[in-house]
């Protein structure tokens, strides 16, 4: 590779070289008879045309046949990122972006991996690789800089690597990174699964708390994409998020509230001399916190009764709100802070004393019950019944997220392997070349034959095979001949 | 010329003195630089002993015990990490093949959300043996806390399959002998309401009665005269400095030297075997104080 690359070097260096001994040539005698030599050198050039042509073809053959083997070494393929952060040169979850993570380590030996290329390292791969961006549409403005959405890829293969084809490489290394970019950009909705086999050890109320949870997160994720694709409905599970949302939302304050009903109703319980002990320890803890928040109540009113009425005097300054629009505002002042305080410790006192008096109600009712096996039993029924439930929702939300992923996220990059056939460039490339040596060599033979003295030849008419034949008085003789002519032309 | 032979004889005395006391200026700018250096050794050496276990092995004999018991205790972890994953801790207690294991409390800390570390802990020993858990003032503050992580620990540590007490006792069977075991997770100034009748009831079990608490001081306080055959605490840290002669101390809810700091105290009933912990909280250093894991054979008597 590195030959033919010489190679290469040297056939383009052949005519500037030509050209350059030329000049040199046209230089060394200075520029008197300058237009008689060359109108020399052009009589002479006709006899050589053919040879000239016959060697520009040559020429011409040879580049091509070089650009070929160059062309055969090389690929690249086109990846262009299409989501609305790409152009501020972010990621879609606007963490920053980095197009050079295409030449990592990882990304290439998973390439050599999957693509099966043998007996290479990701170290020879990224001598070979290169990725430069393509502008292409948008304009820059002064204060604003392009940041390219296209990046083109190119291998070049060398002695390492000469062995592998270039298309599989490029195509696997591009194929590679476009699908970790779009796996590290795509949902993780693993968190949406259960693993039932934890509930085992759980009590049941414990159960309706965790199932609470998870439904709760299921919820509210399908709840806020129903606002970033309200109108999506996916061709896979036939929902849209809204009617997940809808769907969850009936499993907890149905299913769910009628087992937890079930549960307390009955005061069923697993271990329940151990769960009892577990909620009247949560009331005791609860209730310290309860008596702290109305104690922080108290306080805060006290503090508000003896606020100075005076320093509670509203004061309204002028401001912007962030549309821009002009507004009084009131200063927040000391009182306004205890009322704020007062008001959230009662809150948090409240829901507190609730959680007490769900708990007191679940210990009477654990500690009256018989646990009776044919309840113990349909409560279980329920509770199959909330897993299936669960698992029916949890996978619709998956299955039409990956839906609504494969329209978007599977979008955000595209990959093109550039597999246009060269073969037009490079024969009008070999042409371009082939003309410029041709026009080289007859301006080198235009400036070898114009050493010979002009006058001489176009006095005598001969040709220079006669001229070379000629004997040394002729020549003294075409001299004398010649000089007068160059006096007479010089007068003129 | 007499004035200058008293001058120079002064001079000569002055430089007879100057010899005289260069080597004892020497010597004590040694005695300094030795002093200084041997502190820091002292002081790199005790530190780095925070990260060495010590194990304490104290031997219980019981009329209720048919066939040998080893329990492991541990209290205090505060989230430390003895190698990667607490592979070194994990290790040991593994070469120790317990049949019970027991923790005492504050293995979490009460500001921090992660409870990986103790939960990966649990399910490694439960592949062991039994693990019983009692609540400390940090698990309390982590589950509860006002502004704080408020992380369902307890909910955790069901699903891993750790039996969590919460001043309630249950009975087990621990190679072949029948235990009562009891956790007190109250506070002395509400022990009668809350664990009170608990208590009353765990005393007229016949099992081996094992009485866990995290706090010492409810030994001396509510727990001195009830009837149990083994207990177990942690939380002084073993007075976090411990002196020459063994006492530890200081913990901040008991001053100076306190009582029960750890190990090994006969009640009117039953033998209490307190902790010095295995990790620590806040910025004071654990000093000549390693961190302990405990080991208690109970065999017949």
């Known amino acids: 590779m590195e030959n033919i690359r010489y190679f290469e070097y040297i056939l383009v260096a052949l005519p500037a070289v030509m050209l350059l001994c030329a000049l040199i040539l046209f230089m060394s005698r200075g520029k008197e008879n300058l237009l008689r030599r060359i109108r020399n050198g052009t009589r002479t050039l006709k006899r050589w045309i053919i040879l000239v042509l016959i060697l520009a073809v040559a020429y011409g053959g040879i580049n091509f046949k070089t650009e070929q083997m160059q062309a055969e070494m090389r690929a690249a393929a086109i990846i262009g990122f299409n989501y609305p952060e790409a152009s501020s040169g972010l990621n879609p979850n606007r963490t920053r972006f980095n197009i050079s993570e295409i030449l990592s380590d990882e990304i290439l030996e998973k390439a050599i991996t999957e693509g099966n290329l043998d007996h290479v390292s990701a170290d020879d791969l990224k001598r070979c690789l290169q990725v430069t961006p393509l502008k292409a549409g948008e304009s820059i403005s002064t204060n604003q800089v392009y940041i390219s959405t296209e990046y083109q890829l190119t291998y070049e293969a060398d002695q390492n690597t000469k062995h592998l084809d270039p298309d599989d490489v490029v195509t696997s290394v591009a194929e590679v990174y476009c699908r970790e970019f779009v796996d590290a950009n795509s949902r993780k909705t693993n968190a949406f699964a259960m693993d039932f086999s934890e509930l085992e050890n759980m009590d049941y109320l414990d159960i309706v708390e965790l199932f609470d949870e998870k439904a709760e997160d299921i919820s509210d994720y399908a709840y806020a994409m129903s606002f970033e694709a309200a109108t999506f409905q996916s061709e896979t599970t036939g929902e849209t998020f809204s009617s997940i949302t809808e769907k969850v939302q009936t499993f907890r304050d149905v299913q769910l509230e009628r087992f937890q009903a079930f549960i307390l109703s009955n005061g069923l319980a697993k271990n329940a001399s151990q769960y009892v002990a577990k909620l009247k320890y949560d009331n005791t803890i609860t209730h310290k916190l309860y008596l702290k928040n109305v104690a922080t109540h108290n306080i805060n009113l006290d503090a508000i009764d003896r606020y100075d009425r005076d320093m509670a005097t509203i004061v309204l300054i002028p401001s912007v709100d962030v549309d821009g629009y002009f507004y009084m505002s009131r200063t927040k002042i000391g009182v306004d802070y205890f009322a704020e305080n007062a008001e959230e410790s009662m809150q948090s006192a409240s829901k507190r004393q609730r959680s007490m008096q769900f708990n007191d109600y679940a210990i009477t009712q654990m500690q009256t019950a018989d646990q009776v096996s044919a309840q113990i039993a349909q409560a279980e029924d329920m509770l199959e019944a909330l897993k299936n439930e669960y698992q029916v929702f949890s996978q619709l939300l998956v299955d039409t997220l990956a839906d609504y992923d494969k329209k978007t996220v599977n979008n955000y990059v595209s990959m093109m392997v550039d597999d246009s056939d060269p073969l037009k460039t490079e024969i009008v490339k070999s042409a371009i070349f082939a003309i410029i040596f041709a026009v080289a060599l007859c301006v080198l033979i235009i400036a070898l034959n114009g050493r010979n003295d002009p006058v001489s030849s176009s006095v005598s008419g001969g040709s220079q095979k006669e001229k070379r034949n000629a004997g040394p008085g002729d020549v003294q003789r075409e001299t004398g001949n010649g000089d007068g002519e160059t006096a007479e032309e010089d007068k003129r | ?301």
């Not at chain 2, 190679?175 to 765990?202: H, L, Q, R, Y």
């Not at chain 2, 901040?252 to 307190?274: K, N």
């Not at chain 2, 295995?278 to 065999?299: A, F, K, Q, T």
């Open chain 2, 1 to 301: 010329m007499a004035k200058g032979t008293v001058i120079s004889a002064m001079d000569e005395e002055y430089a007879v003195e100057k010899k005289r006391r260069r080597p004892r200026k020497f010597l004590l700018v040694l005695l300094i630089l030795a002093a200084v250096v041997l502190a820091f050794g002292i002081a790199i050496w005790m530190l780095s002993d925070n990260d060495t276990l010590e194990t304490t092995f104290y031997q219980v004999t019981s009329g209720k015990i048919q066939e040998a018991v080893r329990i492991v205790l541990l209290t205090d972890l505060h989230n430390h990490e003895f190698g990667r994953a607490n592979r070194d801790l994990v290790n040991e207690i593994e070469s120790l093949e317990p049949d019970l294991i027991v923790m005492a409390g504050d293995m979490v800390n009460g500001n921090d959300a992660n409870i990986t570390i103790v939960t990966d802990l649990c399910g490694k020993l439960l592949e062991m043996a039994p693990v019983y858990y009692v609540f400390g003032n940090n698990e309390g503050a982590l589950e509860y806390g006002d502004g704080g992580p408020q992380v369902a620990l307890d909910a955790e540590l069901w699903k891993k399959g750790v039996t969590v007490l919460y001043n309630n006792s249950i009975s087990a069977e621990i190679k072949g002998n029948p235990f009562e075991i009891m956790g007190v997770t109250a506070a002395e100034d509400e022990f009668e309401k809350v664990a009170g009748d608990a208590i009353s009831s765990f005393e007229k079990k016949d099992g081996f009665k094992l009485l866990l608490t995290h706090f010492p001081s409810l030994y001396y306080d509510c727990l001195a005269d009830v009837n149990f055959d083994l207990g177990v605490a942690g939380h002084f840290h073993g007075g976090q400095i411990r002196l020459p002669d063994g006492r530890g101390l200081f913990h901040v809810d008991e001053g100076f030297f306190p009582r029960y700091c750890y190990g090994e105290f006969s009640l009117t009933h039953g033998t209490l075997i307190v902790s010095r912990g295995l990790g620590g909280h806040g910025h004071l250093p654990r000093i000549n104080n390693r961190p302990e894991l405990v080991v208690i054979d109970i065999s017949r008597s």
